[in-house]
């Protein structure tokens, strides 16, 4: 089996399996907020891994808030900065009409509050205008968001710039790190942002962690109300989950120069072989900046489905867009924002290669597209 969906998830590190089963081994262990000596011992286990987190992402430790996945980090971020606003005429949300749908959704429940929402759309080569973002801000605005990384096409949003615009306009500004972290080096205060969302099982921790960092000073309202997390998230915390995400940042964070240079070297060489040997082949985002791994790419002429059916059946793994997405029968919405027509959507696929990918695994996945294509395109 080769796996090219590693933006729709990557496969546990093994130090990090090793920490997690030692962990259930040792017992259930206590819960952060109880006083006694169990109580205790797991509350230095969550604070040290707070710690570690913070340490990588250039955060402060009372500035990581633990969640249950990215999506829920970002729905935090989003509607608690709108629902704490100190300014009931700031009803306006400033998005970019490619983000995940986990802002997307976020941004639509909030309209259904009384927010207005502005999505702003990507240039043709899918990013964003820093300029343009900065031009949708104003004195209603309660809050803008903007990707670091798209998930689908890879490309890299000017987020030092939106965020300079926001400072600037005295804006909350939360950035969705989700596909960035692990691939470039992310600072919460070199970025500049107020808020900055990830989940771990991006970088090779368990799936059903996510992080919010919170900056100082910025209010949010809990969706989930609790004493936990600085009260921004209540519940018991999962602190063998936070330990495995904060030792796979720390893992990933290490490696993440050596990861890009290898990665971009075989992506770059597979999209030049398949430009070599097949026509009406399309890279998104070749000309702009881009995560070492994710090439998103059209066959025009082709089924992208038709074309992901054949590539599971010779044993790799890609996708047609968002893994949250499977099963829509709508054109990505990251390719149409950016003026791809519907038909020039659904022929394209999406490969994200993972740390172990090979010369090997590219020559298998060429010789597999240049079965399953012309296929395609001949069928009635």
Same mark, same amino acid.
């Given at each position: ?13 093994? /130090? ?33 891994? #707070? ?8 955060? /402060? ?10 999506? /829920? ?39 259904? @509050? ?51 615009? &926001? ?6 500004? @939360? ?48 969706? %989930? ?6 009260? #921004? ?41 398949? #430009?070599?040997?097949? *026509? ?11 995560? %070492? ?29 968002? %893994? &949250? ?7 990505? @919405? ?7 027509? *519907? ?33 395609? #395109?001949?069928?009635?």
């Amino acid at each position: 089996m080769i796996n090219w969906d590693h933006n729709a998830t990557t496969p546990l590190r093994p /130090e990090v399996a090793e920490l997690l089963v030692r962990r259930i081994r040792e017992g259930a262990g206590g819960n952060a907020s109880s006083i006694h000596a169990s109580g205790r011992a797991a509350r230095r286990l969550l604070e040290d891994a #707070r710690a570690k987190v913070a340490q990588v992402i250039g955060a /402060e430790p009372k500035e990581i808030t633990f969640t249950g996945s990215g999506t /829920e980090a970002a729905a935090l971020c989003l509607k608690g900065a709108w629902f704490a606003r100190g300014d009931a005429a700031r009803t306006r949300v400033v998005v970019s009409a490619v983000e995940h749908p986990a802002v997307l959704k976020a941004a639509a429940q909030l309209e259904r @509050h009384g927010a207005t929402v502005t999505r702003v759309p990507p240039g043709p080569g899918g990013r964003v205008d820093a300029a343009r973002m900065a031009e949708a801000l104003g004195p209603d605005v309660a809050a803008c968001s903007l990707m670091w990384a798209n998930n689908e096409t890879g490309v890299l949003q000017p987020v030092r710039e939106v965020a300079a615009a &926001c400072r600037r306009a005295g804006v909350p500004f @939360h950035v969705d790190a989700v596909q960035a972290v692990g691939k470039v080096r992310v600072n919460l205060r070199e970025v500049n942002a107020d808020l900055l969302t990830f989940s771990a099982h991006k970088f090779g921790g368990p799936p059903g962690v996510g992080v919010a960092v919170v900056r100082r000073g910025v209010s949010l309202e809990a969706l %989930a109300p609790g004493h936990q997390e600085d009260g #921004r998230r209540g519940g018991t915390q999962d602190v063998r989950g936070a330990e495995a995400t904060a030792l796979a940042l720390s893992l990933a964070d290490a490696e993440v120069e050596a990861w890009a240079a290898r990665l971009a070297a075989l992506r770059d060489g597979f999209e030049a072989k398949l #430009r070599a040997r097949l *026509p009406g082949v399309h890279v998104h985002g070749a000309d702009v900046p881009r995560v %070492a791994n994710t090439s998103n790419v059209r066959f025009d002429g082709a089924d992208g489905e038709a074309v992901l059916i054949a590539l599971d059946l010779a044993g790799i793994c890609v996708s047609t867009g968002a %893994a &949250c997405s499977s099963g829509s029968l709508a054109p990505s @919405h990251v390719l149409t924002a950016q003026g791809l027509t *519907p038909a020039q959507a659904h022929a394209s696929l999406r490969f994200s290669l993972g740390r172990g990918a090979t010369e090997d695994e590219v020559d298998r996945v060429l010789a597999a597209l240049c079965e399953a294509v012309p296929r395609s #395109r001949a069928a009635p």
